[in-house]
């Protein structure tokens, strides 16, 4: 089965600084990993998703890296602004196209 | 092109109560999954739809079920309303086994 763990639960950065999210997951035979973000109530934006076959991603101020050897994903996010303040979650894919998810990263950016 | 869309976006249940939450797929998608997601916590599978047959499941009681129509579209049922049923229900699509796209959800609240 494949667990999925987001460090840390919850974090408050000042405006500007630069924002490191971690994802580990113990099953390494994955064929993408995904970061999504989420606003309170609110449904699933997808915002990057690697394949297996690449080391990072990259859109706007977001980058993603991917390392499955070591089962870990980390989401940075640059310069950050109080409107990047919201739940950010890791999901693998296992199974048949089912997403195993962490609990999420809940960021504040603080004006 | 519209989305995946959810309805209703709100729903209030009493214990014991039966309910239906409905979702139509993003055009183009002939698949419909699950997930319910509880306050804190990352989504959770529920099952999988696919040619209008449950395709896979994940660790939820019979209670749940679902139903897929000739279009496409989809429908979650929950019988017997725990307080632990409260939630909020996430559908998503895809073509075959391609990307998930999510819908905004439906927030039940089970009194």
């Known amino acids: 089965k494949q667990e999925v763990t987001q460090i840390p639960a919850a974090l408050s950065v000042p405006e500007g600084e630069n924002l490191v999210l971690n994802c580990s997951f113990t099953?390494?035979?994955?064929?993408?990993l995904q970061w999504f973000r989420q606003d309170p109530g609110k449904g699933l934006t997808s915002l990057l998703l690697?394949?297996?076959?690449?080391r990072e991603q990259t859109s706007g101020r977001l980058n993603a890296s991917l390392d499955k050897s070591s089962g870990r994903s980390t989401l940075y996010i640059a310069a950050s602004q109080p409107g990047d303040s919201a739940t950010y979650l890791c999901?693998?894919?296992?199974?048949?196209?089912?997403?195993?998810f962490g609990k999420g990263n809940q960021v504040v950016v603080i004006p | 092109d519209a989305g995946v869309t959810q309805s209703p976006t709100h729903l209030i249940k009493t214990r014991g109560q039966q309910v239906t939450l409905r979702c139509s797929p993003k055009s183009g998608h002939d698949t419909v999954s699950w997930y319910q997601q509880a306050l804190g916590q990352g989504p959770q599978f529920i099952f999988q739809y696919y040619e209008e047959e449950e395709r896979q499941r994940g660790n939820f009681p019979d209670r749940f079920s679902g139903h897929q129509f000739p279009n496409y579209s989809s429908e979650l049922n929950v019988n017997a309303l725990l307080l632990g049923d409260s939630a909020l229900y996430l559908c998503?699509?895809?073509?075959?086994?391609?990307?998930?796209?999510f819908g905004s959800g439906t927030q039940l609240s089970v009194l």
């Open positions: 999901a693998v894919p296992y199974g048949n196209n089912r997403l195993a």
């Open positions: 690697i394949q297996s076959s690449q």
């Open positions: 998503a699509s895809s073509a075959g086994q391609t990307k998930l796209f």
């Open positions: 099953d390494s035979a994955i064929y993408n």
